[in-house]
Nanobody, 118 residues
């Protein structure tokens, strides 16, 4: 069973940047579509960004132009570069691996907390 571990969260002022990492162990991300989600207190978990197995990306409208998802299969790692952060970006951020051949996720990380102060 692959395990995903996120890191890189923290406290940052509005307008600042953070880079999140998601490292996989016990399995590979190669060939899998990978996702970043976030969950703010009292709100539903929402998709932030995704990158497919050949590097094509897609973003939620509320982060487009500010966040960049990337992957390094050799390092078994997915990244989320977050620029121009806003207080409304405050949330726990999770990475997920999509199961091959399905729309389901077969692994989630435990999350990393991002707090953006105004």
């Amino acid at each position: 069973q692959v395990q995903l571990v996120e890191s890189g969260g923290g406290l940052v002022q509005a307008g600042g940047s953070l880079r999140l990492s998601c490292v996989a162990s016990g399995g590979t991300i190669r060939g899998h579509d990978m996702y970043w989600y976030r969950e703010a207190p009292g709100l539903r978990r929402e998709m932030v960004a995704t990158i497919n197995n050949v590097g094509n990306t897609d973003y939620a409208y509320f982060v487009k132009g500010r966040f960049t998802i990337s992957r390094d299969d050799a390092k078994n790692t997915v990244y989320l570069q977050m620029n121009s952060l806003k207080p409304e970006d405050t949330a726990d951020y999770y990475c997920a691996r999509q199961q091959l051949g399905t729309a389901a996720y077969d692994s989630w990380g435990r999350g990393t907390q991002v707090t953006v102060s105004s």
